[in-house]
């Protein structure tokens, strides 16, 4: 996603794309539990871990204003793993 002269990309930090784009419209948080692959008879079997497995997970949306789609960026850890453009248009942006 470009932001002025700026362009977002997987693996940018919050802080970075904060100085780049501004406030986000809206943010959502969740958790994601990691998993861990073991070994069991000869295959792989994924497990979640329990202590210490809980990674904070925030997507924020992008309204760019009523011509243009509007933009989700979703963070794992901090850094940027997807941006989405969404098939809905943004709303009027307030002065």
Known sequence: MRCGDKLV?????MAAVRAYCGRPAAIQHSVKVSATTDRVGGRRVSQSRTVG?????E?????RGPKKLL????FVDGSVVAIKTLSEYGYPLSK
């Open 53 to 57: 497995a809980a990674v904070p997970v």
């Open 71 to 74: 933009v989700t960026i979703r």
């Open 59 to 63: 997507t924020w949306t992008y309204n």
């Open 9 to 13: 990309m997987v693996g940018d930090s």
